[in-house]
Protein backbone atom coordinates (compact mmCIF):
# COMPACT_ATOMS: atom_id res chain seq x y z
CA UNK A 1 0.00 0.00 0.00
CA UNK A 2 1.25 3.73 -0.84
CA UNK A 3 1.16 5.99 2.01
CA UNK A 4 -1.25 8.36 1.51
CA UNK A 5 -3.68 10.22 4.05
CA UNK A 6 -7.66 12.20 3.55
CA UNK A 7 -5.74 14.97 2.46
CA UNK A 8 -3.98 13.21 -0.47
CA UNK A 9 -7.61 11.49 -1.60
CA UNK A 10 -9.37 15.13 -1.63
CA UNK A 11 -6.65 16.43 -3.53
CA UNK A 12 -6.57 13.15 -6.08
CA UNK A 13 -10.43 13.66 -5.91
CA UNK A 14 -10.32 17.09 -7.05
CA UNK A 15 -7.94 16.19 -9.92
CA UNK A 16 -10.07 13.39 -11.10
CA UNK A 17 -12.98 15.81 -11.42
CA UNK A 18 -11.01 18.27 -13.46
CA UNK A 19 -7.31 17.51 -14.02
CA UNK A 20 -6.72 20.90 -15.40
CA UNK A 21 -7.86 22.84 -11.46
CA UNK A 22 -5.07 24.73 -10.47
CA UNK A 23 -2.98 23.81 -7.12
CA UNK A 24 -4.15 27.14 -5.77
CA UNK A 25 -7.68 26.52 -6.46
CA UNK A 26 -7.35 23.45 -5.15
CA UNK A 27 -5.94 24.86 -1.91
CA UNK A 28 -8.90 27.20 -1.51
CA UNK A 29 -11.41 24.79 -1.34
CA UNK A 30 -9.36 22.43 0.58
CA UNK A 31 -7.97 25.60 3.08
CA UNK A 32 -4.42 24.34 2.55
CA UNK A 33 -1.46 26.37 1.30
CA UNK A 34 -0.79 26.19 -2.53
CA UNK A 35 2.93 24.52 -1.24
CA UNK A 36 0.89 22.00 0.68
CA UNK A 37 -0.49 20.96 -2.16
CA UNK A 38 2.07 21.47 -4.33
CA UNK A 39 4.11 18.94 -2.45
CA UNK A 40 1.97 16.30 -2.28
CA UNK A 41 1.14 16.03 -6.06
CA UNK A 42 4.59 15.92 -6.53
CA UNK A 43 5.06 13.12 -4.24
CA UNK A 44 2.38 11.40 -5.78
CA UNK A 45 3.57 11.72 -9.48
CA UNK A 46 6.91 10.57 -7.89
CA UNK A 47 5.81 7.41 -6.46
CA UNK A 48 3.73 6.99 -9.58
CA UNK A 49 0.29 6.90 -7.50
CA UNK A 50 -0.44 10.21 -10.44
CA UNK A 51 0.64 8.67 -13.45
CA UNK A 52 -0.24 11.45 -15.63
CA UNK A 53 -3.18 14.16 -16.36
CA UNK A 54 -5.72 13.47 -19.59
CA UNK A 55 -9.23 14.78 -21.20
CA UNK A 56 -12.08 13.73 -21.05
CA UNK A 57 -14.21 13.41 -24.10
CA UNK A 58 -18.04 13.25 -24.60
CA UNK A 59 -17.92 10.60 -27.06
CA UNK A 60 -21.60 10.76 -27.24
CA UNK A 61 -21.01 14.26 -28.98
CA UNK A 62 -19.38 12.00 -32.11
CA UNK A 63 -21.59 10.87 -34.78
CA UNK A 64 -21.82 7.57 -34.44
CA UNK A 65 -19.21 6.30 -31.95
CA UNK A 66 -19.05 2.31 -31.51
CA UNK A 67 -17.68 0.96 -28.00
CA UNK A 68 -17.04 -2.71 -28.59
CA UNK A 69 -16.29 -5.35 -25.80
CA UNK A 70 -14.11 -8.18 -27.86
CA UNK A 71 -13.75 -11.48 -25.81
CA UNK A 72 -11.05 -13.62 -27.00
CA UNK A 73 -11.08 -17.97 -25.62
CA UNK A 74 -7.06 -19.02 -26.41
CA UNK A 75 -5.02 -21.45 -25.28
CA UNK A 76 -1.91 -20.79 -22.98
CA UNK A 77 0.66 -20.67 -25.22
CA UNK A 78 -1.46 -17.97 -27.27
CA UNK A 79 -2.35 -15.75 -24.66
CA UNK A 80 0.59 -13.46 -25.06
CA UNK A 81 1.25 -13.09 -28.53
CA UNK A 82 -2.97 -12.44 -29.14
CA UNK A 83 -2.96 -9.72 -25.89
CA UNK A 84 -0.14 -8.00 -28.37
CA UNK A 85 -2.14 -8.74 -31.55
CA UNK A 86 -5.38 -6.95 -29.66
CA UNK A 87 -3.11 -4.17 -28.04
CA UNK A 88 -1.76 -3.04 -31.31
CA UNK A 89 -4.85 -2.23 -32.58
CA UNK A 90 -5.10 1.78 -32.61
CA UNK A 91 -8.67 1.50 -31.27
CA UNK A 92 -7.90 -0.57 -28.28
CA UNK A 93 -8.31 1.30 -25.08
CA UNK A 94 -7.89 -1.52 -22.46
CA UNK A 95 -7.33 -5.00 -22.29
CA UNK A 96 -8.43 -7.43 -19.39
CA UNK A 97 -7.14 -11.24 -18.55
CA UNK A 98 -10.40 -12.56 -17.27
CA UNK A 99 -10.85 -15.80 -15.06
CA UNK A 100 -14.27 -17.46 -16.32
CA UNK A 101 -15.70 -18.29 -20.24
CA UNK A 102 -13.28 -15.85 -21.77
CA UNK A 103 -9.50 -15.46 -21.33
CA UNK A 104 -9.21 -11.52 -22.99
CA UNK A 105 -10.92 -9.01 -22.80
CA UNK A 106 -10.31 -5.74 -25.57
CA UNK A 107 -12.29 -2.89 -24.80
CA UNK A 108 -12.18 -1.13 -28.23
CA UNK A 109 -13.91 2.40 -29.16
CA UNK A 110 -14.37 3.35 -32.81
CA UNK A 111 -15.61 6.98 -33.78
CA UNK A 112 -17.37 5.53 -36.58
CA UNK A 113 -19.81 2.69 -37.57
CA UNK A 114 -18.17 2.26 -40.51
CA UNK A 115 -14.78 1.99 -39.22
CA UNK A 116 -15.92 -0.75 -36.16
CA UNK A 117 -17.41 -2.64 -39.30
CA UNK A 118 -14.18 -2.46 -40.89
CA UNK A 119 -12.63 -4.03 -38.23
CA UNK A 120 -15.07 -6.89 -37.51
CA UNK A 121 -14.77 -7.22 -41.31
CA UNK A 122 -11.04 -7.66 -40.94
CA UNK A 123 -9.93 -8.90 -38.08
CA UNK A 124 -13.03 -10.95 -36.12
CA UNK A 125 -11.03 -13.72 -36.66
CA UNK A 126 -8.04 -13.24 -34.08
CA UNK A 127 -4.45 -14.98 -34.96
CA UNK A 128 -4.28 -18.01 -31.74
CA UNK A 129 -7.84 -17.42 -30.44
CA UNK A 130 -9.99 -20.18 -30.08
CA UNK A 131 -12.97 -18.45 -30.62
CA UNK A 132 -13.72 -14.66 -30.87
CA UNK A 133 -16.67 -12.45 -29.05
CA UNK A 134 -17.94 -9.04 -29.81
CA UNK A 135 -20.78 -7.37 -27.77
CA UNK A 136 -21.60 -3.85 -28.68
CA UNK A 137 -22.58 -1.04 -26.47
CA UNK A 138 -25.84 0.27 -27.39
CA UNK A 139 -25.99 3.10 -24.53
CA UNK A 140 -24.50 2.85 -21.06
CA UNK A 141 -27.01 2.61 -17.60
CA UNK A 142 -23.64 3.85 -15.86
CA UNK A 143 -21.25 4.85 -18.33
CA UNK A 144 -17.58 6.41 -17.88
CA UNK A 145 -17.06 9.48 -19.99
CA UNK A 146 -13.55 8.80 -20.49
CA UNK A 147 -14.25 5.25 -22.13
CA UNK A 148 -16.88 6.34 -24.60
CA UNK A 149 -19.74 6.10 -22.30
Known amino acids: MLPIDPLDLEILGKLVKDSRKTNIGIAKELSVSEATVRKRIGRMEKIGLIRGYSVKVDF ?65 KVKGARSVSIQVVMSPYKGVVWSGA
Do not use: C, W
Open 60 to 124: GLMENPVKAYVTVKVSGENRRKVTRQLARHSRTIAIYKLAGESDIMAVMLFPSTREFQDFEDRHH
